[in-house]
Nanobody, 126 residues
Framework: QVRVVESGGGLVQPGGSLRLSCAGSGFIFNMYAMSWYRQAPGKERELVATVTVTGGRTGGSTGGSTNYADSMKDRFTISRDNAKNTVYLQMNSLKPEDTAMYYC???????????WGQGTQVTVSS
């Protein structure tokens, strides 16, 4: 059974930090590009960041290249630990406009598989 489970969301003040975690199971984690998306009320879901598999191959513990949405690349950091089947999103200098449901996605173009988690809520407010 495939599972993608996010955690780490919550309420934080502007300027604060949070680290989101996403644990995958039931699939070969290191064969999947892992991404974080977010969706604010009344808005479309948007890509936050992606970390690819290592050089397009399996193996390695920390994954390959990373890509970010322009508005977040100076504040957010995505990383993966293949030994733990987990991807992280470190979010610093949070702003009220970062308030959204954050979703984890696992995608393999080669296997034609695409898995989503249920999301974790991040609220930035004083």
């Amino acid at each position: 059974q495939v599972r993608v489970v996010e955690s780490g969301g919550g309420l934080v003040q502007p300027g604060g930090s949070l680290r989101l975690s996403c644990a995958g199971s039931g699939f070969i984690f290191n064969m999947y590009a892992m991404s974080w998306y977010r969706q604010a009320p009344g808005k479309e879901r948007e890509l936050v960041a992606t970390v690819t598999v290592t050089g397009g191959r399996t193996g390695g513990s920390t994954g390959g290249s990373t890509n970010y949405a322009d508005s977040m690349k100076d504040r957010f950091t995505i990383s993966r630990d293949n030994a733990k089947n987990t991807v992280y999103l470190q979010m610093n200098s949070l702003k009220p406009e970062d308030t959204a449901m954050y979703y984890c996605n696992a995608r393999s173009a080669f296997l034609r598989r695409d898995y989503w988690g249920q999301g974790t809520q991040v609220t930035v407010s004083s």
